[in-house]
C-alpha cells in the first residue's frame, strides 16, 4: 500500500514492523517513518494508545490485506504529528474513521488535511458513506468535519456525536 499525500501530510499506512516498534521503540519508528521529531507521539489526548496499536498490529497479523484500512502515521517534515485511519475496511459500503494530531500541531489545518485524504481514499476505492464520532465537547473536532463536508446525523454511541459523508462512487471494492 503506497503512502498517501496531501499538501504537507506524508501519510504512512501501519503495518506490523511499524507497529512492533510503537511505542516502545521511538528511534526505531523515526527512523521507519524517516522523522525525527516524535515530539508528541502518541498524541496527547487521543484514543491512539499501546491498546489501540494491538488491535491494528493483530488485524495486520489475521489479514495483511488490510494493510491502508486501518491506521496511518501523519509525517509533516520530519515531525511525527499524528495520525489517522479506518477501523477496519468498507462493510456494506461505508467506513468509519478516527484521526488525532498531536498537540504542537494543531489549529494549522493538519487534521483537515488528513480527513480529507482519507475520505478521498475511501471515494476512490468506491466506498458510499463516512463515517466519524467525536465528543460533543470537541469543537476543533466538530469543525474539521463539517469542513470536510460531514453533517450530524443521529447518534448512536452514548456521550459521542455522528457524523457521515456521502460519497459518490467510484469502483467498487467488496465489503468484508
Known sequence: MPELRTTRLRLV??????????PDEPDRLAALLHVTDLSDWPPGGSGYDRDAIEVFRAQLLADPALVGWNSYYACWGDALVGCGGYFGPPASGAVEIGYAIGRPWRRQGLASELVGALVARAEACG???????????????????????FVEVAPDQPDHLRFERQLTPGEAVPSR
Open 13 to 22: 499506512p501501519g503495518t506490523v514492523e511499524l507497529f512492533d516498534a510503537d
Open 127 to 149: 466506498v458510499e458513506r463516512v463515517v466519524a464520532h467525536t465528543r460533543a465537547d470537541n469543537a476543533a473536532s466538530m469543525a474539521v468535519l463539517a469542513g470536510n463536508g
